[in-house]
Structures are given as structure tokens and as C-alpha cells.
């Protein structure tokens, strides 16, 4: 397994962005395709965006296209969720994830790797 640390949450205002980063240590984070999920109070945890090992495909939740932008530094082992015209039910705890895998899934129960999270707090 790997280490995620996320980082970049915070209180923001309807229409306001935030950039989230999380960090991997590991040697082979070009292995790994990441991705970023969500999980509100009281609801169960959802993809958010996910791209693939070395950033050419990316996949994006119906709720966050066209805001959200996922990308990654491999040189960094840093993959990005860039968050545009943030709306109130954008509220949750984010949390990235890591697949040692060629395939690119959006499902959580298939990513083995997570870290703590990061609150991000909409208000309107």
C-alpha cells in the first residue's frame, strides 16, 4: 500500500475554488491510478474524478464536470483536484486514492490505498 496524504481544504464561499493536493510516498506512483472521492454527512462516499497513471484519460463524476479538474506530477508523486464555482453540496470530506492498476476505475471498494481526508466546507 501506499501513503496518502491530502491537503488544501477549507471554508469557501458558493462560486469560490480550491485546489487540493495529495501526496504519495512511494517510487512508483506512475503505477498507480488516482483518484479523488467524497463523502457528505450522512451519505455513503462517491467518486469525484479519477485519472490514470501517467494523465492521459480522466473521468469526472456528472456532478463535477466541467468545475472540478484532476492532474498529476508524477515527478512530484502529486495528483490535484483543482475545484472551480464551488456550490453548496460540493460540502464533504475529500479523500484520494491510489490503485497499483492499468485499468481505470470509479468505484471506491476497488481502490485499496486512502488517506485521511480533507474537509471542504461550501457556504452559501
Known amino acids: 500500500q501506499v501513503q496518502l496524504v491530502e491537503s488544501g481544504g477549507g471554508l469557501v464561499q458558493a462560486g469560490g475554488s480550491l485546489r487540493l493536493s495529495c501526496a504519495a510516498s512511494t517510487l512508483t506512483f506512475n503505477n498507480y491510478v488516482m483518484g479523488w472521492f467524497r463523502q457528505a454527512r450522512g451519505k455513503e462516499r462517491e467518486f469525484v474524478a479519477v485519472?490514470?497513471?501517467?494523465?492521459?484519460?480522466?473521468y469526472y463524476a456528472d456532478s463535477v464536470k466541467g468545475r472540478f479538474t484532476i492532474s498529476r506530477d508524477n515527478a512530484k508523486n502529486t495528483v490535484y483536484l483543482q475545484m472551480n464555482s464551488l456550490k453548496p453540496e460540493d460540502t464533504a470530506v475529500y479523500y484520494c486514492?491510489?490503485?497499483?492498476?492499468?485499468?481505470?476505475?470509479?468505484?471506491?471498494?476497488?481502490?485499496?490505498?486512502w488517506g485521511r481526508g480533507t474537509q471542504v466546507t461550501v457556504s452559501s
Open positions: 486514492a491510489a490503485r497499483l492498476s492499468v485499468v481505470v476505475p470509479t468505484s471506491p471498494e476497488l481502490y485499496n490505498s
Open positions: 485519472i490514470s497513471r501517467i494523465g492521459g484519460n480522466a
